[in-house]
């Protein structure tokens, strides 16, 4: 499954570049006003250029960076891991492997219980909580992770402790298990791989399967 933050996430962005238009337009016209002091009329030139100046830091900062950070800014949760990806390039990937989550602890405030979305907070094992904010469908999401780390200790505990290894094959010195209908040394089916769930930009929309394998 692959999701990115609840769109409500760039209400600030909005709202700043509004106040940074009325600003700059408010600005812009009081320096053109006839009636100021020879000393503001003299250095009227570089004023007008330092507003603009200032509205187009503002505006990149207040604005396009968080953007920009929001549209790049992608989680997944795959049968393994929760990855989250901030940008282009595994430098800007950050993963956490699902044994080593015990607890998914989810925060919700007001405006955000009106969008169903929520912050959600990863206890893993070292300690530490891994905070997702912003998640859209929050309990939701929530219920899918419990779900992933549930299925994933008890594969885990049926392959006697090696989450790499593929169910239906034998421990060292175990003989195979034959499945019904199969006949003896006969290669055991591999199952079909079940079809990935997927997601919206700003929502989650399940298939059939679980979460992508990874």
């Known amino acids: 499954m692959r999701t990115r933050a609840h769109p409500r996430a760039l209400t600030g962005p909005v709202l700043r570049l509004m106040l940074i238009a009325l600003a700059t ?127 994933l200790r008890r594969e885990v505990s049926l392959q006697g402790g090696d989450p790499q290894r593929p169910a239906g094959v034998p421990l060292p010195g175990q003989a195979p298990v034959q499945a019904p209908g199969q006949a003896p040394g006969q290669a055991p089916r591999q199952a079909p791989p079940p079809a990935p769930m997927r997601a919206e930009p700003y929502g989650l929309h399940s298939g059939r399967g679980r979460a992508y394998r990874g």
């Open 25 to 151: 337009s408010y600005v812009q016209g009081l320096l053109a006003r006839p009636d100021l002091p020879d000393l503001v009329v003299g250095a009227r030139g570089w004023l007008v250029g330092l507003v603009w100046i200032l509205a187009a830091a503002a505006l990149f900062f207040g604005c396009l960076r968080p953007a920009w950070r929001w549209l790049n800014r992608r989680t997944l949760l795959t049968t393994r891991r929760i990855i989250q990806r901030a940008g282009i390039g595994p430098s800007r990937e950050r993963a956490l492997h699902l044994l080593s989550v015990y607890d998914v602890r989810m925060r919700q405030r007001r405006r955000q219980r009106m969008s169903q979305s929520g912050d959600l907070m990863v206890d893993h094992g070292s300690g530490n909580s891994w905070l997702l904010a912003n998640m859209p469908e929050a309990v939701r999401f929530r219920e899918l992770i419990l779900l992933e780390v549930g299925a």
